[in-house]
């Protein structure tokens, strides 16, 4: 249902969708309050349960706890009420800004410095002019490459224009969000909703968040210099870089100091070869089968559904969702169909993103080795699942701590920077020729610049998450703080008009909600994971061993366990601070 409310084409049945996930949630939510089940797990003694059940059974307690079962009644009604309340403006807040899609009238002169096959797809129209969209295919290519400083503004602005009626709804939903955890008895929502993480509290967030800003400051302040420095190139009296355009003075830099132009390695990365070459990949550092299958329930014809075999054994099913329409969800994420209970039922994993789409390109649907990356990391997400995918329990499916979802995601981005894969599908479009050691290196070496700057804002979202939920909101107009922030943490300016952050996708997520420093938080872990693979990443005994260790084990133990029995220590951050130092 949370699925199909996303992704189906009909809007009817997405309508449908979020009434079912209302039923659901209320149905969830009188389960965890209901106190006879929670008197028999407080009477279970889990000294005498297996490591599993005792995991699951202090699980379920803390969840119970966190729903509300201790209140009295009329607390626990007010908990449910306030739950629901929750998920309808999450799910307003989300189609609002689904079905808010812009466009950009550009006189086609205004698309010089975008890729030829970009060019190609977005002709004239009747007026002449060239129309671009508020969807990723058609905004990462004009910020990253469009020459002209007026087109990469107007994008940039028909992207934070979009869904003002959030600003309604955020406000309502910060209030309830607040509202619910002080009638839970803690101070604030951040509060609450950092206690399950491993960060533990939104002091030590913050507390992580400072020690990001220190390890990349140095760095970001020699990164910043020589991105001011491109851009006097063009304008010698510049004193500022604004938002729109740091992507692609980014892209200059790159291309002159590293003599790397990302758009000279689309022709290598077709979507349906970068989609071939992950599927192969994972079949082999995992042990993983994929085999195509018709799936009857597809929501879309371009949906395309395979069946996983992990080491011959029939694990479950994964679908790939992966090109923009009218009605869906405009962003990147991984989500879950059926979930996998061993003995039971076969994991279900979906993958909804919006790639450039082949049907609708001619020579081929190519992407940005940016874009490759992406779709590496949320097809991490799907293997996670299928590896965790035989648990006796739903609720340790999954790590309990969320801070620690995207860590192996993370990791797994590191395989499309390696020769040794690329050289494997990375194939010229139309020469067929195989993408060269050298190029592949002045793509590493330009990747390392930009980290420091990335990690800044980083710090920044995730400073923003936690203050507009560390707090009463009562009077604070979300976007006048996001600016604030944006003038404290970071080196870039930002458009005078903006409905950021109501127009950001996380901040509907109670997962991410006051948690986005997650992201973070992750990067630092798989700094160290990579530590694990001194014979290379294509080791086979380190990556079954990561597999079955740290992906396999799902939520059956603490996630800083994980990682541990990986590594054979306790991760650390210096490798993650090391990975920040300036280089020479």
Known sequence: VSLL????????????CEELQLRLSRFATELQQDRDIYKGHREIDVAALDPHARRFVELARMDMRRAGVELPDAGRDRAKELRQRMVQLAQEYARILREDVRTVELDPSELEGLPEDYIRAHPGG??????????????????????????????AQAMADRASDNIRVFGEMRRTRHQYARLLGYDTWADYNTEDKMAGSARNV????????????????????????????????????GT??????????????YAFDARAARPYFEYRTVRQAILDLNSELFGLEFRKVEDPEAWHPSVETFEVRVRGELRGRISLDMHPRDGKNKWFYCTTKTAGIAGK??????????FPDPAERSGGALMDHSEVVTYFHEFGHLIH????????????????????????????????????VLRRFARHVETGEPISEELV?????????????RVENGAYLASLALSLHDRDPSGIDPREAAKELRRRYTRFVDLPRTNFPVNWEHMSNDMYSASYYTYL????????????????LLDPKQTRRYFDLVLGQGGTKPAAELVKDFLGRPYTFEAFKEWLRPTA
């Open 206 to 241: 913050r507390e992580f968040l400072d020690r990001v800003r220190d390890a990349a400051r140095r760095s970001a302040e020699i990164e910043f210099g020589e991105l001011l420095a491109q851009k006097r190139t063009e304008l010698p009296d510049a004193a500022t870089i």
């Open 244 to 257: 729109w355009e740091s992507a692609y003075y980014t892209q200059q830099l790159r291309s002159t100091k």
């Open 345 to 354: 039922q076969l994991h279900h994993g979906v993958l909804v993103c919006n």
């Open 5 to 16: 409310k996303e992704v189906h084409p009909e809007p009817e049945v997405r309508q449908t």
């Open 126 to 155: 009747p007026d002449g002019n060239a129309r671009i969209t508020t969807t990723p295919p058609d905004t990462t290519p004009s910020l990253s490459y469009a020459k002209s400083e007026r087109a990469r503004r107007a994008v």
């Open 441 to 453: 290196q002045r793509l590493r070496a330009a990747r390392d610049f930009g980290r420091a700057v």
């Open 521 to 536: 938080w992750s990067e630092t872990i798989a700094r160290d994971l990579c530590s694990g693979f001194t014979k290379g």
């Open 385 to 420: 699942g299928i590896a965790a995918g035989k648990a006796r329990w739903l609720r340790i499916l999954r790590p309990a701590e969320n801070d620690f979802m995207e860590a192996p995601s993370r990791f797994l981005e590191e395989y499309i920077f390696d020769y040794d």
